[in-house]
């Protein structure tokens, strides 16, 4: 599932983002941008611009347009080695890399899915099927992000379902705080994006 997030473009930020383009004309006409990443996830939104990238193999440098409650950006960067998503996104967005992660899966009932998906500034389209984020043969239990919230306000919180080793029904729902770590040149935030004393290496 993609994210449900979204951004319309007006026609001056159109143009005025267009202008800085060195290849004109391949902004969306209508300024509609939805979010190319899957599921839950952390950090800024973003759509690739140029759709003929799709027909290249990656790594592709291209444009991407970036964007949060506090603006969008337009960056021209590298793609992912091994998808056409930016270099160094979210875990679970359907890429090759994603080998490393834990394959450890539960599911949330229809209930906690629907309250996920219906809390205030909530971003993502709230999930069933969830699948640990961290890195394979991890300690203690499994996470998944579940949602998050975005408020206008610039806070957020974050949802995420835990479970334990052995026992994939029993899950519970959690607002945990975010790691503190931060990492500049590894990804759009700089933020890490497991829980505050998550096992492992950190995820950028």
């Not at 159109?14 to 941008?33: C, Q, V």
């Not at 899957?38 to 193999?57: I, K, M, N, P, T």
């Not at 964007?67 to 590298?78: E, F, N, Q, R």
């Not at 931060?182 to 497991?194: E, F, M, P, S």
């Amino acid at each position: 599932m993609t994210c449900l997030a979204s951004l319309t473009l007006s026609t001056q930020e159109l143009h005025a983002l267009d202008a800085g383009m060195a290849i004109p004309g391949l902004l969306e006409e209508d300024g509609f941008y939805r979010c190319a990443l899957r599921g839950s996830h952390f950090g800024r939104h973003v759509a690739l611009v140029d759709h003929l990238a799709w027909d290249e193999d990656p790594p592709v440098l291209t444009y991407w347009l970036w964007w949060d409650t506090a603006g969008h950006t337009l960056a021209h960067a590298s793609s992912c080695p091994n998808c056409h998503l930016p270099e160094d996104h979210p875990a679970g967005s359907g890429c090759t890399a994603d080998t490393h992660q834990c394959t450890a899966k539960t599911v949330i009932t229809a209930t906690d899915r629907a309250m996920l998906e219906d809390l205030d500034d909530a971003v993502h389209q709230a999930e069933t099927d969830h699948r640990c984020a961290y890195q394979a043969g991890h300690e203690g239990e499994h996470v998944s992000l579940a949602q998050s919230q975005d408020r206008p306000d610039g806070t957020s919180t974050a949802w995420w379902v835990t479970w334990p080793v052995r026992h994939t029904a029993s899950y519970r729902l959690a607002v945990l705080p975010e790691c503190p770590a931060t990492g500049a040149d590894h990804n759009d935030d700089g933020l890490c994006l497991h829980p505050e004393g998550h096992p492992g290496d950190h995820k950028w």
